[in-house]
C-alpha cells in the first residue's frame, strides 16, 4: 500500500510536469493557437495540481486492477500495454472527437497525439517497473 501511494503521488507530480512541458513549450502555444478563442484566460493553479495527483492515484489504481490482465510476462511489458491502452481512451479517442467536432489543423492533433504518446509511455513504464497487485 505503502508503494502504491508513493508511486501515485510521483506519477501525479510526472503528469504535472510533463503536461506543463507538453502545453507550455513554444511549438505547443503555435499549434494550440487554434484554441485561442475558447482558452481560459487564467487557471487555478492549485486545481490542476489536484487533478494531476488524482489521475496519478487513478491510473495506478487501474493498473494494479488490471495487471494480471495486460499482455506482457514482465512489469515493464505490462506497464507499456497499459501505455497504449491508457493513450487510446485519453489521447487517441480525445483527438478523434476533436477532429469531429471542430476545425483543427492536422499538424495539432499529430502533436496531441505523439505528446500524449510519449506521457503515457513514460507512466506506464514507471507502473511496470514498480507496482505489482498484492499477492
Not at 58 to 70: D, P
Amino acid at each position: 500500500m505503502i508503494r502504491y501511494i508513493i508511486i501515485s503521488v510521483v506519477s501525479g507530480i510526472l503528469f504535472l510536469l510533463l503536461d506543463m512541458a507538453i502545453n507550455a513549450n513554444p511549438l505547443a502555444k503555435k499549434y494550440y493557437e487554434v484554441y485561442k478563442p475558447i482558452v481560459k484566460t487564467a487557471i487555478n493553479p492549485l486545481a490542476g495540481v489536484l487533478i494531476d495527483l488524482a489521475y496519478g492515484f487513478i491510473l495506478a489504481g487501474v493498473f494494479i486492477l488490471l495487471y494480471n490482465s495486460l499482455p506482457g510476462a514482465t512489469g515493464l511489458l505490462k506497464g507499456l500495454s497499459y501505455a497504449g491502452l491508457a493513450w487510446f481512451f485519453r489521447v487517441f479517442m480525445r483527438a478523434a472527437s476533436d477532429w469531429m467536432m471542430f476545425t483543427i489543423p492536422v499538424r495539432t492533433l499529430i502533436y496531441s497525439l505523439v505528446t500524449g504518446l510519449g506521457e503515457m509511455l513514460i507512466l506506464g513504464i514507471l507502473f511496470g517497473l514498480a507496482l505489482k497487485p498484492p499477492l
